[in-house]
């Protein structure tokens, strides 16, 4: 049987990879046009890499927390890390170095950059430590039947009510201070960190009337 003859003027289909094969010239040029892509993609990728270098600026190694720290805690080579940062992203008072035995006055996340000012002065432990700058230590006893359960962290209104007769013609009831720091709680007391000019209005209200403590939330 005689094989079929196309009709004429009917168009040839065309097979890249016989064609190809056919003419090593088609074949390198095709080569050539890849590794050029190729080469120019590289060249973007390097470009761009080198142009978000420059924006972040140099590096510089600082100290990071290893995991989460608490407040009061001493902080020794286990708890951080040497690693390197940009120096647009890396605060002017990280440290590189831990000093001799080290205490944190306030909480550091794992991954958090350490500074300065997150460490209590020298010599302070426990609740002196966490101690904000300029404040003072009052302990406000704990009524178990009114006082919320309380933790180092939390913050704190210190509420006073009065007698009747030494209210006056004031109010028997008011806040002496809002949202303070609670550095320390135990059985009897709950230990708050106020202003310094605030500590001797505290202790007055502690001897005049009830002082209670309510719980700041978010």
């Keep these: 049987m005689r094989p079929r003859t196309p009709p004429r003027g009917a168009r040839r289909r065309i097979r890249p990879g016989l064609a190809l094969r056919r003419d090593p010239r088609l074949w390198w040029a095709l080569v050539l046009t890849l590794a050029v892509a190729a080469g120019g993609l590289a060249s973007a990728i390097v470009s761009a890499a080198e142009s978000t270098r420059r924006a972040w600026g140099t590096e510089r190694m600082v100290l990071v927390a290893r995991h989460d720290l608490h407040a009061g805690d001493e902080v020794g080579p286990g708890d951080v890390e040497l690693l390197a940062r940009p120096d647009a992203v890396v605060p002017a008072t990280a440290l590189d170095a831990l000093p001799p035995n ?16 997150r460490l209590a002065p020298t010599g302070l432990r426990g609740p002196a430590a966490r101690l904000p700058a300029g404040t003072r230590a009052v302990a406000i006893p704990i009524d178990r039947g009114t006082t919320p359960p309380l933790a180092p962290g939390d913050r704190v209104d210190i509420l006073v009510v009065l007698p009747r007769e030494a209210a006056g013609e004031g109010p028997p009831g008011f806040a002496l201070a809002s949202g303070v720091l609670v550095v320390a709680v135990d059985d009897a007391a709950a230990t708050v960190a106020v202003a310094r000019e605030l500590a001797p209005r505290v202790a007055v209200a502690l001897g005049e009337g009830a002082v209670l403590l309510a719980l700041v939330g978010a």
């Design 102 to 117: 080290a205490v944190l006055r306030a909480d550091v996340v794992a991954g958090e950059v350490l500074v300065k000012q």
